[in-house]
């Protein structure tokens, strides 16, 4: 079976969906590696040390016809897909329904590592959406930093001591706890809140606080993700919130819902309430909207009152290098586990193969997505 890798579609995007690192693993589960010239250059591999390790490179725009799957980070070009062919990548089904069923309807096989049932032990090794969430979560508490004009630590020198910064993480799921931990490292005082219960003992088993709200019961939902909160609840949170936002010199947002657009977290009159030289880091930000008002994906707002909202919603493309080299490692997994003697089998029946396969045999087979078309 040959895979092939583009650059990424999206402007800006630096990852690749496979690395050097891999190609003796895929050749060993019976997949050969194309890539288009260039496509990993961003991401720190350059062509040569792909052909090296005994991958093909052929000019940029020329692979989609000498290979069965395309694999990717986000949503490729898929206007050159076939039938037969399989698109693989994080590809957010569940945002682009329509899309779906175009590319069922002209029989493509769509593979979406969102839907991987991450709970499961033996899909761990495929869990791109948390090994993403990882280097997000790092790369968040960096961001902040460096548009921070204080110390993080406490620090005691003969010109004084500093206090040590304090920081808020609102949602601790794989990007909150990673952020969490990369922040007390750092030296900040650490808090962090969440809806989900379980949250609480991982959140203080990193050594950081956990901040209960009164106002808003646990919002647990399906598949150990947090459930959408009722209008009256968010308000309910967002109020509570503001004062402890307030209080807070950096505050770092990783709320999602999946399928969702991001809940409000922090409103304008709690932005409004921070003090001039604090940060926010939307982890959220998109164009649907993020966690934080006023945030814009992509750029850096300061506002009236001095304080700097950083609308990240690409953080693991800014760590391209590890990111990408873990989710190859996720990727290469997932193929390994679709391709059996050097076929590709997409058996509904497995609960890892249902979880990912969105469209295939000329329908969307995914549910979720399904539910959403009709
Ligand atoms: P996510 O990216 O979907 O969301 C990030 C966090 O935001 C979550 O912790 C969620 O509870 C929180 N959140 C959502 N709405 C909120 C609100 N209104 N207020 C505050 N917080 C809110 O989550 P994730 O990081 O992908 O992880 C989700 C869950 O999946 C976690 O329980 C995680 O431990 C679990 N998980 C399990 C495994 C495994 O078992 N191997 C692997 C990965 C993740």
Redesign the pocket.
């Known amino acids: 079976v040959r895979v092939v890798v583009a650059r990424e579609a999206a402007a800006g995007e630096r990852r690749v969906a496979l690395t050097p690192d891999v190609v003796g693993r895929l050749q060993a589960a019976g997949l050969d590696l194309v890539v288009e010239a260039g496509a990993g250059v961003a991401a720190g591999f350059p062509d040569a040390d792909y052909e090296k390790a005994g991958a093909t490179v052929v000019p940029a725009g020329s692979g989609l016809g000498h290979a069965e799957v395309l694999a990717a980070v986000g949503l490729p070009d898929v206007s050159g897909l076939r039938a037969g062919q399989v698109v693989v990548g994080l590809l957010q089904p569940l945002l682009r329904p329509q899309l779906m069923e175009e590319l069922a309807g002209r029989g493509v096989t769509v593979v979406s590592l969102d839907g991987l049932p991450?709970?499961l032990s033996r899909a761990?090794s495929m869990?791109a959406?948390?090994s993403q969430?990882n280097a997000a979560g790092y790369k968040a508490v960096l961001v902040a930093t460096e548009h921070f004009a204080r110390y993080l630590p406490l620090l005691i020198t003969a010109a004084g001591t500093s206090k040590p910064a304090e920081v808020l993480v609102?949602?601790?799921?794989?990007?909150?706890l990673q952020a969490i931990g990369t922040a007390r490292r750092l030296g900040a005082v650490v808090r962090a809140?969440?809806?989900?219960p379980?949250?609480k003992g991982e959140v203080q088993s990193l050594g950081a606080q956990f901040v209960e709200l009164t106002s808003v019961g646990p919002?647990a939902g399906e598949g150990?993700?947090?459930r959408a909160?009722s209008a009256e609840e968010?308000a309910a949170?967002q109020a509570e919130l503001a004062g402890h936002i307030a209080r807070h010199d950096i505050v770092i947002t990783?709320?999602?819902?999946?399928g969702r657009r991001p809940?409000e977290?922090v409103t304008a009159d709690a932005v409004a309430a921070m003090r001039p030289g604090s940060v926010l880091v939307d982890m959220g930000a998109s164009e649907l909207g993020g966690n934080v008002a006023g945030s814009r994906p992509g750029e850096v707002v300061v506002t009236p009152g001095g304080v700097t909202i950083v609308g990240a919603g690409d953080l693991a493309s800014r760590l391209a290098t590890s990111a990408s080299a873990a989710y190859a490692r996720n990727l290469t997994a997932l193929l390994g586990h679709l391709v059996a003697d050097g076929e590709l089998h997409v058996d509904l029946d497995d609960e890892i193969t249902a979880g990912v396969v969105v469209a295939h045999g000329g329908a969307v087979v995914h549910p979720a997505t399904a539910a959403l078309l009709h």
């Open positions: 991450r709970t761990q869990d959406l948390s969430a609102l949602g601790a799921g794989v990007a909150g809140y969440d809806v989900r379980a949250a919002a150990g993700y947090a909160l968010q949170q990783t709320a999602q819902v999946p809940p977290l």
